[in-house]
Structure formats: structure tokens, C-alpha cells
């Protein structure tokens, strides 16, 4: 009888465990983080630790319409440089019936809602495509907004981009990314395990299956994707006014995506855990390439996406044993067979 017990008790440890062990850790690591400044860091530092909470809060954005989706989105950096242009827009000048010069808790908001509308408004027409054509869709989105920011000089500043207030305050830059990225990942942890999480998953694994069961795919996918650019647009802000210099080379870069995709491919695609621990190692790795290997550092970059793809599809996660992370094999099999 004990040992019936016993056996109980333990079964429902690992059950407990299992459920809300990893928000447990979460939580105690970012009471560490809140912690971390007053360990009289630098403001190197300080600002070393903003760029990595700045590529989880992206990767985990991507990840919420990539890797739990299986909707490889190839232009997501366009809600980011949307997001950088708003807030570089808002606060430099009176464009339209603005205010004049909003500051930066003014600006933040309205760009976010702008990416977020954007999202809506492509992914109404791009989230009908499958596959590749999705894909492609996106890229051509990515490369189309660019130009535009180009052509409209008076508003964008053209090829010679704006310049924003100089504001220098690393504590206040890591404690607002710090926040961001809080609500970010805890948002997604939280949508893993609720009914909208469950539907993203059954459209990755079957989509005209999740259909046929009454779950109305595009919406899940808008609704991901309006998720995903919302906090896309205000990182991107963020990194507009923490940069206080704006162009469209700066902001519209592929490799921005590219460390979005191998950031989740890395730690686990369709995990939660995945882009916190992908985005701590990418960043390791891409500060003793571009120590190392300055002019090689985008080959270096390149072979390492091909060795992720090669021989651990799955990701550190899914090497330790996380069932929920999916292969970036077959998450590449099925965008295929989507086309």
C-alpha cells in the first residue's frame, strides 16, 4: 500500500514537473536578469545581455508562426523594420495629423499597432498560399517595403535615412528588453499549452486535417502571425531608438531573418525553451566569428545553418529528448509537399 503511494506521489511530482517546471525556471532565471545589473556589470555588458533578450523576443516571434505553424516566413524582418521606421518617424518630425516629435513611450505603442495591421493585412491574402508560395510571398513583401522606404523620401528620409535623439541609457535599454522578452516567451508558453496552441500545432502537422476537424486554419494563422508582428514591430522600434540612426540597409536586412530561422532551428523549432537557448548560443558563436573570421563571418554563418539542417534537425532540445520540437527536415517536407 505504501509503496502504491509512493509510486503516486512520485507520478505526480513528474506530472507537476513536466507541466510547470520550465515556467518555474523561467521565472527564477529572470529574477536573476532583474538581479544581474547590480553585480556592477559594465555597460558593455549590459548592453551585450539587451542584444540577446532583443534575438529571443524576435526568434520567438518567428518561431510562433515558423515552428508552430510550419509557415516558414522568409520576410518577417518587415514588421521589425516597419516597427524601426514608425518609431524613427514619430519622433523625429509631424508627419500627417501627428503630434509633433512624439517620445519614444508615445511612439512605441502606434508601432507595434502599425505592424500588427500590416500583418493583418498581408496575411489575409499571403496565409492562403501554402508552402513555398507562402514563402516567396513574404520575401517579395520584405524586398517590395524596402524600396518604398526608399521612394518616400519627405517621410522616410530616403537612402539617407533619420536620425534619432541620441538617448544613452543602458540600464533602462536591458530592464525595458528584459520586460519585453518576459511577456514575450511567457506569452508563448502560455499559448503552447491552451486550444489556440493545440490548433497552430494540428494546422503544422495536417492542415487540411485541422480543417476537416472545424478549426478555421487561416484565422489561427492570422491571429499567430498579427502575435508574432505586434512584438516584431515594437523590438524593432526599440532597436531604432536604442541605435538612434535609421536607413534601409540598416534596418531591411536578410540576415536578420536568417538568425530569427537558425536562432529557432538551433534551440528547437516549435519549442518554447528553443529561442532563449538558441539565441544565448548563436550570439557566443557570432562574437568569436566576427573576433576570428570579420571578413568570412556571413560563410561561417552559412555553413553553420547547413550543419544545422544536416545533423541536428532537431535542435538542442529535440537532441535532449524534447518531444515538441520538430525537425527542420520534415518541417522543410512538409512546406514542400504544401506547394
Excluded: C
Aim: charged share 15%; hydrophobic share 55%; aromatic share 12%.
Amino acid at each position: 500500500m505504501k509503496l502504491h503511494k509512493n509510486s503516486k506521489k512520485q507520478t505526480e511530482k513528474k506530472s507537476f514537473l513536466k507541466k510547470w517546471g520550465g515556467l518555474i525556471l523561467w521565472i527564477l532565471l529572470l529574477g536573476f536578469l532583474a538581479l544581474y545589473p547590480y553585480t556592477k556589470v559594465s555597460g558593455i555588458q549590459l548592453f551585450s545581455a539587451t542584444q540577446v533578450f532583443m534575438l529571443v523576443t524576435l526568434a520567438s516571434n518567428w518561431n510562433l508562426i515558423g515552428g508552430m505553424t510550419g509557415y516558414i516566413d522568409f520576410g518577417h524582418t518587415v514588421f521589425f523594420g516597419v516597427g524601426a521606421y514608425m518609431m524613427g518617424i514619430l519622433v523625429t518630425q509631424a508627419p500627417l495629423a501627428f503630434a509633433p516629435r512624439l517620445s519614444f513611450w508615445q511612439a512605441l505603442p502606434i508601432a507595434g499597432l502599425v505592424a500588427l495591421l500590416l500583418a493583418v493585412s498581408l496575411g489575409w491574402v499571403t496565409l492562403r498560399l501554402k508552402g513555398s508560395y507562402f514563402s516567396i510571398a513574404m520575401l517579395g513583401t520584405f524586398a517590395a517595403t524596402r524600396e518604398i522606404v526608399r521612394i518616400l523620401r519627405p517621410l522616410t528620409g530616403g537612402g539617407a535615412g533619420l536620425d534619432l535623439p541620441p538617448v544613452l541609457n543602458r540600464l533602462g535599454e536591458y530592464y525595458f528588453m528584459l520586460a519585453v522578452m518576459a511577456i514575450v516567451v511567457s506569452s508563448i508558453w502560455w499559448i503552447r499549452r491552451s486550444d489556440f496552441g493545440l490548433s497552430l500545432l494540428a494546422i503544422r502537422e495536417d492542415e487540411i486535417g485541422a480543417e476537416m476537424r472545424g478549426i478555421n486554419t487561416t484565422l489561427h494563422k492570422l491571429v499567430a502571425l498579427a502575435i508574432a508582428a505586434f512584438f516584431t514591430g515594437i523590438t524593432g522600434a526599440f532597436w531604432a531608438w536604442q541605435n538612434t540612426y535609421i536607413d534601409p540597409d540598416v534596418v531591411f536586412l536578410e540576415s536578420r531573418t536568417v538568425e530569427m530561422v537558425m536562432t529557432s532551428m538551433l534551440g528547437g523549432l516549435g519549442t518554447v525553451w528553443g529561442p532563449p537557448l538558441g539565441a544565448v548560443v548563436l550570439y557566443s558563436i557570432q562574437n568569436i566569428v566576427w573576433s576570428n573570421l570579420l571578413n568570412y563571418h556571413l560563410l561561417a554563418l552559412g555553413i553553420l545553418l547547413i550543419f544545422l539542417v544536416l545533423f541536428m534537425p532537431e535542435g538542442i532540445l529535440g537532441k535532449l529528448g524534447d518531444r515538441s520540437s520538430i525537425s527542420a527536415i520534415r518541417l522543410i517536407q512538409r512546406w514542400q509537399k504544401r506547394r
